[in-house]
């Protein structure tokens, strides 16, 4: 959970194709830069949620009620019924399945929609594509009929549900949706850790860490925009020391590295999609690409589409310096809003752009940097550290990139005030139990520095029979009658507690 991500700049007006690219764009950013090489590194996500309040295309009451230009970064509105499924349906996505809703886009070979559904082709989105699979329409909505023999049931609450509708489809209420076998088993591959094949339908590229290289070798981290006539956007380009992977590709379009003499030493194939899914889906003029390309030692940088080279840059003598990030060891613990500062030069008298980042552990190589601020042109950042995980020695990191070259700077640790967890009681308030039911309560609490709180973490309590138990769940049986005020409190590893009460009654 991040702070609110400021979209009041016109670059971000979401009733505007451009506008809903920065938006997607700005929220892509907050993925470290060494993702592009292995997205499934240290600190880098599965997917970034962005939630915007009302529909958008005529907001508040427009159309469109999520999108995503591809991974990581979905945007979804907050206030639509459908919210809980649009997630759903975005989390299915990566995890390579389609749309079952006519219009979608449509994977048939691991989610078939109803027979007569027309859409896009998952795959290959200038295809169109219709399943037959034999799959019949629930009712009065635009999805897979769920059928009551695939025993769809709900744990803990209303039990077996009869026909369903999927959640990849669209037009019935909330409560009708549910998920079918396929989809149950593509996303279950696609969350699992411990997989060692590609499902058929996700990005292989996307799926998997590749093995580490034996020797670091130098990585140019690259990222734009590019439309059907070859124009391109480019933003600034970040080159570091890896031991990722990254074999060269070749394809009809495609950036690359050339020597001093004109050859080639590097390349690799861009793959670009002009058709964004979303809800409903949609075409666009720009389709965003990045990657991982091998940065041997080079003259230029070239991308080509068939032959024919439609953006280069030549790649300068030196690397910039970057020195002075403050802040700096203080004997007062850091909270509130803070000015992030340094030094930076290039030799080659070209301009700079910067990556502020920050992580509680710098000592842990496994730690998690947190990129505060991406592709920012000031020497300075404000920033909220109320916001930012507590720690007894944090660091910033700035990384500054000529367009293509970079270097990396770090300040001296220094303490960050630790926080409270979050926590959040599910029964709500009122509830009204039967003497001698089973009586179900479940929490949970978020914390800035642990993520997720669990077991002797969280504690439940009644003001008529003390302590009930610990952990996200607990069931009890011999609740005494009366009206109780029941508390659910969390401890985090820094020992500050949070709690948050309901009152029930048990008659």
């Not at 830069?33 to 600190?43: D, L, S």
């Not at 949706?177 to 699992?192: A, H, R």
């Not at 949970?444 to 138990?469: K, P, Y």
Request: aromatic letters at 8%; proline letters at 7%; hydrophobic letters at 35%.
């Amino acid at each position: 959970m991040r702070e609110e991500f400021d979209l009041s700049a016109s670059q971000y007006n979401l009733e505007t194709d451009d506008g809903r690219l920065a938006v997607w764009q700005a929220l892509t950013n907050l993925m470290p830069e060494h993702c592009a090489a292995n997205p499934k590194g240290t600190g880098c996500y599965d997917l970034v949620v962005g939630f915007i309040s009302d529909r958008p295309n005529t907001y508040p009451n427009g159309t469109l009620q999520g999108y995503t230009y591809g991974r990581p970064t979905n945007i979804v509105v907050a206030s639509d019924e459908d919210m809980p499924a649009t997630i759903s349906d975005e989390i299915g996505h990566i995890n390579g399945v389609g749309d079952t809703y006519d219009g979608g886009s449509l994977n048939c070979s691991v989610n078939p929609s109803p027979d007569g559904v027309n859409g896009k082709d998952y795959n290959n989105p200038a295809n169109t594509a219709s399943c037959t699979a034999g799959k019949s329409t629930f009712p009065g909505a635009s999805a897979t009929k769920i059928l009551a023999d695939d025993q769809p049931y709900e744990v803990d609450n209303r039990g077996a549900l009869g026909d369903r509708a999927d959640f990849m489809g669209s037009g019935t209420t909330q409560s009708n949706y549910w998920i079918t076998p396929e989809v149950y088993n593509q996303v279950f591959l696609g969350l699992d850790p411990a997989k060692s094949a590609v499902p058929t339908g996700v990005d292989a590229a996307h799926y998997q860490s590749p093995r580490p290289l034996a020797a670091t070798q130098r990585l140019l981290l690259y990222t734009g925009l590019m439309n059907a006539q070859g124009q391109t956007r480019i933003q600034p380009w970040y080159s570091l020391s890896s031991t990722e992977p990254a074999a060269d590709t070749t394809g009809d379009t495609q950036i690359q590295a050339v020597d001093a003499s004109g050859a080639v030493v590097a390349s690799q194939a861009i793959k670009l999609q002009f058709f964004v899914l979303s809800k409903p889906p949609a075409t666009v003029v720009w389709a965003p690409f990045e990657g991982a390309l091998r940065f041997p030692a080079a003259a230029k940088i070239q991308i080509v589409q068939k032959g024919s080279v439609v953006y280069e840059a030549k790649v300068s003598a030196h690397d910039p310096v970057v020195s002075g990030v403050s802040p700096t060891a203080a004997a007062t613990t850091l909270d509130g809003p803070q000015t992030i500062a340094w030094t930076a030069s290039d030799p080659d008298g070209d301009a700079l752009n910067y990556i502020v980042e920050y992580t509680p552990r710098p000592a842990d190589p496994t730690s998690e940097w947190i990129v505060l601020a991406s592709d920012i042109t000031s020497p300075q950042w404000m920033d909220d550290f109320s916001t930012l995980p507590g720690t007894a020695a944090g660091a910033i990191r700035i990384t500054a990139t000529d367009g293509i070259r970079s270097a990396v700077a770090t300040s001296q640790n220094f303490a960050v005030s630790f926080k409270p967890p979050l926590v959040s009681i599910d029964e709500s308030t009122g509830a009204v139990f039967t003497g001698g039911a089973v009586v179900r309560l479940s929490g949970e609490a978020d914390d800035v520095q642990d993520g997720t709180i669990e077991n002797q973490g969280l504690v439940w309590t009644s003001d008529i029979s003390g302590t009930l138990g610990s952990g996200s769940e607990i069931a009890l049986t011999r609740l005494p009658l009366g009206n109780h005020t029941i508390t659910l409190t969390a401890t985090n590893s820094a020992g500050l507690t949070a709690s948050q009460s309901i009152k029930i009654t048990v008659q």
